[in-house]
């Protein structure tokens, strides 16, 4: 039975008073308070203005109220996977690395030959421009010899395994190159342990599926993305990730709102099914399909009409323009948006002529959700009124220009005039939707904010931004993480502003985002996070049980 998703959200009326409530309403920006009843927001209170008598109210002691972030770009149920696993997120040498996996090595020495795979050692967020050079398999077996071990890159385009890792995986010396995807070998024609976009896959295949522990790790990162004052999220896991949201709503109820894309290898099945973007279940809506074209900055991957700066290398195409294209017709014609991730300039235009095509394929009444270009790093000029032209969604991560600034510079060189072109792409008129990448990326959305507007690292560098004419205002970004998400799940009628009628989907944050500076909005967080009416998170300092 598909429920409404309605379900369980908070009855009665409840007011919220002594606010600085920024609404996003053109025509009443500022509001003292709000009241809520059956999930939406009834009213706005002017400041000072007190609520009916005998209205359960709750003050808010002059915090700022936003509506709810929605970041319009996660792998929740990965970043829930890995919160057991080795993380090397961040992580500044080799050295260290090892040093934690050596760690992980002797935490689970006793798990070596369990038959549910427990023994072996998994973990990612290593970045391939931090250690000079690409790590390999030699490497890890000085850390933890012999074991199974299998690191996935911090874009997740690249994947470190240990020596019987890519034995259990049958991977050797004569292994063919899996199309869209390179074993890295060395001069003998020997795997190093180093696996590229779709050769990863080789690996992840045989990987334990580490179903224990699941649903408590779920909760953790829930927990932590309401305490971000995160209400929302878009989640980029396939099938099998929507599958896990729609069971953990079952039988917990989701406490905040999740948009699921499946992946190309769900396109089939998905068509032969009758599944239809904007399906909703519970707390769960289909968004709809996934597509690459490229890979990513990070392993020089992401596809370039010219070659890396000082080399013959353009990265890498994971389809060729017609298969692309035909993609994205069949799912669009079959009712299924789409989202194509495109890094390089390259790559863009070929998801901007592959989205065209399906848009001309499909009556426009058909999908009631927009299509859209995931990251859109590097974007000609020319293709960047494109967006706004064809309707198409910008789905861009702000904080990854703090780690991608410098590799920028020096793999794109000049090109980067055209990276991470938000004011260019809303000068055309494009929607832009923030999101996270996480687990990429941390999901601070008030991370994401400095980087949008300071376009500076977490030291402050540059200290004068990077490409600061790119820059958007806070009133953009906080737009973008909004609006712009609704928008992008085809919502905009009812959430991300805070007028009477929309869902009431709001936080107050721990400090006002409008008075301080941008460095110290990395320190804020969500005092109250309230989701379809219902108090979600609420820090010490407020009393929720009003
Ligand atoms: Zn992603």
Redesign the pocket.
């Known amino acids: 039975m598909e429920r409404g998703e309605r379900g369980g959200e908070g009855k009665g009326e409840r007011a919220f008073t002594g606010a600085r409530v920024y609404t996003q309403d053109p025509t009443r920006p500022w509001a003292g308070g709000l009241i809520v009843r059956d999930g939406r927001v009834s009213r706005l209170l002017a400041e000072g203005e007190s609520p009916p008598s005998g209205v359960p109210t709750l003050d808010l002691s002059g915090r700022l109220v936003l509506p709810g972030f929605v970041d319009a ?1 996660t ?1 929740l149920t990965l970043y829930a996977r890995n919160l057991d696993r080795v993380a090397l997120g961040g992580v500044p040498t080799l050295e260290e690395a090892l040093a934690r996996v050596r760690e992980a090595a002797q935490r689970t020495a006793d798990a070596v030959a369990v038959p549910d795979g427990g023994d072996w050692i998994l973990g990612q967020g290593w970045d391939p421009h931090a250690w000079g050079g690409l790590p390999d398999g030699a490497d890890l077996e000085r850390a933890a010899p012999g074991r199974r071990i299998a690191l996935e890159s911090r874009d ?1 385009h690249a994947c470190w395994a240990s020596a019987a890792a890519l034995a259990a995986a049958g991977i050797g010396a004569g292994t063919p190159d899996p199309a869209g995807g390179r074993i890295v070998r060395d001069a003998a024609g020997e795997p190093t342990g180093i696996l590229l976009e779709k050769a990863t896959r080789l690996l992840t295949a045989v990987l334990p599926r580490g179903a224990e522990g699941e649903s408590a790790r779920l909760e953790r990162a829930l927990a932590e993305a309401l305490s971000l004052g995160i209400t929302g999220v878009h989640v ?1 896991d396939a099938a099998e990730g929507m599958q896990k949201l729609e069971t953990c709503d079952r039988s917990r109820g989701l406490p905040l709102r999740v948009v699921c894309y499946l992946a190309e290898k769900d396109l089939e099945s998905a068509l032969a099914d009758g599944r239809r973007s904007g399906e909703q279940n519970g707390r769960v809506r289909l968004g709809g399909l996934k597509l690459f074209t490229d890979g990513a900055l990070g392993s020089r991957t992401a596809l370039l009409s010219e070659p890396y700066e000082g080399t013959s290398d353009f990265g890498i195409a994971i389809h060729d323009d017609a298969e692309l294209a035909d993609l994205a017709r069949r799912a669009a014609v079959g009712g299924l948006a789409v989202a194509i ?1 495109a890094i390089g300039d390259r790559a863009n235009t070929r998801a901007l002529d592959a989205l065209e095509t399906a848009s001309a394929a499909t009556p426009a009444a058909r999908l009631p959700l927009p299509h859209r270009i ?1 990251h859109a790093q590097l974007v000609f000029p020319a293709d960047a009124e494109r967006f706004g032209r064809a309707g198409i969604v910008a789905s861009v991560q702000p904080c990854h220009i703090p780690g991608d600034w410098r590799p920028a510079d020096r793999h794109w060189g000049d090109r980067c005039a055209f990276a991470y072109p938000f004011r260019t792409l809303l000068a055309g008129g494009a929607t832009l939707a923030l999101g996270s ?1 996480v687990p ?1 990326e941390g999901w601070n959305p008030f991370r994401n904010l400095y980087a949008a507007v300071a376009r500076r690292d977490w030291d402050g560098q540059p200290s004068g931004g990077w490409h600061p004419a790119e820059a958007l205002t806070l009133r953009e970004a906080i737009l973008a993480c909004t609006v712009g998400s609704a928008v992008a799940s085809g919502e905009a009628d009812r959430r991300g502003r805070l007028t009477p009628g929309m869902d009431a989907d709001f936080i107050a944050l721990s400090g006002d985002l409008f008075e301080l500076s941008p460095e110290s909005w990395l320190e804020l967080g969500s005092d109250l996070t309230v989701v379809g009416g219902q108090v979600v998170h609420a820090a010490e300092s407020l009393d929720p049980s009003f």
Do not use: A, G
């Open positions: 770009h792998h997740c980029l991730h995931e990448d990429v």
